[in-house]
């Protein structure tokens, strides 16, 4: 059951929040409250960073700083979201409606803490989540079940403050366009079928008094889910895969998405970027960078040589595996070093040397010399 203030927040959410809000009352397990509730908070970064984005493409307005950002289009982790965000809203011209609803909602006043998330305004919550997202559940970080049964009603309090600060006199209302038709998606009605038939997918927009602002292809309608889901990765692959935070429970909310909708997220990542035509290497080097930047985010302060530790992926009999990042030409490698106890044995150093020379000799796309 949802008290009134959650009743009022839902209704007035655009759908895609108000879903991901109600999975969070609709749970009962501490643990995955606390879960749930930073997916709720991830929505609502990914939708501000979006309207962010779509607003300074649309605008037009020059800028190194959110062209550079949103090159990790390609496959955006949490924090490239955030950096988005930052840049495009930064870029943003003075008098833009996009500007001065997302400045108002970031600078609204947040009054629930929780360790690693807190901060005066809900922006500064939106620019710790990251961070808070890596410590708790990324590359086999964990938050006991105790601690997160302990958070849970604080991450819910303030989750339902940071959602709250999207929702003001300044902020659009979310909109499907097709057919000559239109359709408000605020709250948690869906997308009546007639408004996509014959289409793959609403267009949607972000509706301020006399403007309007296109959300596509980084937030989509999709009809098969009746639900609108954010891009997760693959701009400008012929494969695009999207996100939903509102599907029910047990479901991974990963959708999968070509032709069309490849081609359009490939045309916005090449407006996006400024740099033209962006053929197959050229989004594969977008990738390696954008993987080895969100990386950075992670790494220890633990280096071996000219790379920087991210973690211990294995260890075995003879050595340590670990993930690392190599600095100078910066990219993601996996780097195996010889156990302290082994490192003084003659016949562990060969053995491990041959091991080497013989990885060198491989041949395979996986393998990088």
Partial sequence: MTGQPDHALLVSLPLPLARAWRRVLCTEAPEAVHERAVFALEAALKFAAAASTAAWVTSGAEGSAPQKACEALVRPSLGHWAAMLRACLGALPE?????????????????????????????????????????????????????AAERAP?????????????????????????????????????????????SPSADLVLSFAGSSTPLCPLWIYDPDWDDVLVLNKGAGLPKVEYLSYGLPHGETGLVVRRGMMAEQAARFLETATGKGALGARDVAALIEEAEVRALEAQATA??????????????????????????????RVALKVLQLQLAVDEAARR?????????????????VP
């Avoid at 809900?122 to 708790?136: E, S």
């Avoid at 309090?157 to 659009?172: F, G, I, K, T």
């Avoid at 053995?351 to 393998?367: D, I, K, M, Q, Y």
């Fill in 302 to 331: 633990q280096r071996i040589g000219p790379y920087r530790v991210v973690r211990q992926a294995a260890k075995g009999g003879q050595g340590i595996l670990y993930e690392a990042i190599q600095e100078d030409p910066p990219r």
């Fill in 154 to 198: 604080r991450l819910v309090a303030l989750a339902r403050e940071v959602l709250a600060s999207l929702v003001s006199e300044e902020a659009p209302v979310l909109a499907g366009r097709a057919a000559g038709q239109c359709v408000l998606l605020t709250g948690l009605s869906g997308v009546p079928r007639l408004l996509t038939a014959g």
């Fill in 95 to 147: 008098g833009d409606p996009t500007r001065a609803w997302i400045r108002a909602a970031r600078t609204r006043t947040v009054t629930a803490a929780v360790p690693g998330l807190a901060g005066g305004n809900a922006g500064m919550v939106l620019d710790a989540l990251p961070a808070y997202r890596n410590a708790v559940s990324g590359h086999g970080a964990g938050l006991p079940s105790s601690k």
């Fill in 351 to 367: 053995r491990f040397r041959e091991e080497g020379a013989a990885l060198a000799r491989v041949e395979h796309p996986g393998v």
